[in-house]
């Protein structure tokens, strides 16, 4: 990936951070990968070497990938502070989620969903949301009890980026979410 391509999808992503649930495309990917392209896309922006990432779930493509593509060093979820799956339980949460004095040492999970609309309708508040922002992602049962878990932990907790194809959107730990 050009080092352009990189500064464009931080900058996307610090955007979309700072605007909780508002959805972004990024261009296609090149190359293979066993992620899809906004994965893909964002897994090369903000992987190194110096970068630990945990695999949710065992996939041995998928490791390959990350340390022959994006260099970076594969670690059990309880040293990551990247963390990717391409199918999640929200059961099984055992990432890092800081501490009161450094909320920052928290792992930030990149997500791939079937879909970020057709799912059950989400109600978003907080910081970067003026009143309300609603979303529908295809996001799994257990997602709302544990966002509401993760939201009440704050400063501590993990941020979300939810992809699926092309695009993403983020959700904080800063965000409160409901149903709608």
């Known amino acids: 990936m050009m080092a352009l391509d990189c500064q464009q999808t ?6 979309a951070m700072s605007c909780p649930g508002q959805r972004m495309t990024l261009p296609d990917s090149a190359g293979e990968s ?27 493509a998928a490791e390959h990938w990350l340390r022959t593509r994006c260099y970076a060093p594969v670690v059990p979820p309880k040293d990551a502070v990247f963390a990717v799956a391409t199918d999640w339980s929200w059961e ?9 004095e450094e909320p920052e040492n ?13 799912g059950p309708n989400l109600i ?6 003026q ?5 529908a992602p295809e996001i799994g049962a257990g997602f709302l009890p544990f966002s509401q878990h ?7 907790g993990v941020d979300l980026i939810l992809c699926s194809g092309r695009d993403f959107l983020c959700l904080p730990r800063t965000t409160e979410i409901e149903e709608a």
């Open 150 to 156: 993760n939201h009440g932990l704050y400063p501590r």
């Open 106 to 118: 928290s792992a930030t999970l990149i997500i791939e969903i079937p879909t970020l609309q057709g």
């Open 124 to 129: 978003l508040r907080g910081p970067g949301i």
């Open 10 to 15: 931080f900058r996307m992503l610090l955007e």
């Open 34 to 60: 066993p992620f899809r392209p906004a994965c893909t896309t964002i897994l090369h922006t903000l992987l190194d070497a110096d970068t630990p990432v945990a695999l949710a779930y065992p996939d041995a």
């Open 92 to 100: 099984d949460h055992v990432f890092p989620i800081g501490t009161e």
């Open 131 to 135: 009143n309300t922002r609603a979303i």
